[in-house]
């Protein structure tokens, strides 16, 4: 049986929402973010989430969502051929390490600070630092759907459960057709919002 330690209000959600996709049995653990030291045989980082399937175990929210693709996955969701493979690992790398840093550091600042609180630069370098990238990815949605040819995948998956990061933090992303349609799409599935607790 596979088991997800971590709640609604951690990256577990990205998790979830890959194993609703797949349609695997599984068991969440609620375990909320203050109790993450808990896990700590699991996950030494003792930080949500983190995966038990039988005797494997597994930290870092993406590689396990790389990997339950790859075990589980079946085309169109996790296709065949080693370029469309390829082609998911680069939107779920890039959404990580380009998209992921401004977006999380306008949460903190619009979020997760009190009222009033917010430094306005933090901000400003994020938006300056976000814009050109997500004109990257309309451009790598121009025409398209998916960001794979024909069918929603495992890349627009673990892309949008960054990017949907937009929503929360209040970046308006009208001169962006194309990804908001995308991200439309894509948190449109009911598999998305079970997975939010929604």
């Given at each position: 049986m596979i088991k997800l330690y971590g709640n609604h209000l951690t990256r577990a959600t990205r998790c979830l929402w890959m194993l609703e996709e797949l349609?695997?049995?599984?068991?969440?653990?609620?375990?909320?973010?203050?109790?993450?030291?808990?896990v700590s045989a699991i996950n030494p980082n003792a930080k949500l989430p983190c995966l038990t399937d039988g005797d494997f175990t597994l930290f870092e929210s993406m590689a396990i969502n790389l990997y339950l693709g790859q075990k589980y996955g079946?085309?169109?969701?996790?296709?065949?051929?080693?370029?469309?493979?390829g082609l998911i690992y680069q939107w779920t790398l890039w959404g990580?390490?380009?998209?992921?840093?401004?977006?999380?550091?306008?949460?903190?600042?619009r979020v997760f600070k009190p009222q009033g609180m917010a430094d306005e630069t933090v901000i400003a370098a994020a938006?300056?630092?976000?814009?050109?990238?997500?004109r990257v990815l309309e451009?790598?949605?121009?025409?398209?759907?998916?960001?794979?040819?024909?069918?929603?995948?495992?890349?627009?998956?673990?892309?949008?459960?960054?990017?949907y990061l937009v929503d929360l933090v209040g970046f308006d992303i009208t001169a962006f057709p194309?990804?908001?349609?995308?991200?439309?799409r894509?948190?449109?599935?009911?598999?998305?919002?079970k997975a939010h607790g929604i």
């Open positions: 349609g695997l049995p599984y068991e969440n653990v609620a375990v909320d973010r203050e109790d993450a030291g808990s079946r085309p169109p969701f996790w296709p065949d051929s080693a370029e469309a493979i990580m390490t380009e998209a992921e840093p401004p977006l999380v550091a306008m949460l903190v600042e938006t300056e630092k976000l814009r050109p990238l997500l451009d790598s949605l121009a025409g398209k759907d998916w960001l794979l040819p024909g069918a929603f995948s495992a890349a627009d998956l673990n892309l949008a459960s960054v990017v194309a990804v908001k349609a995308w991200l439309q894509c948190t449109g599935r009911p598999v998305w919002r």
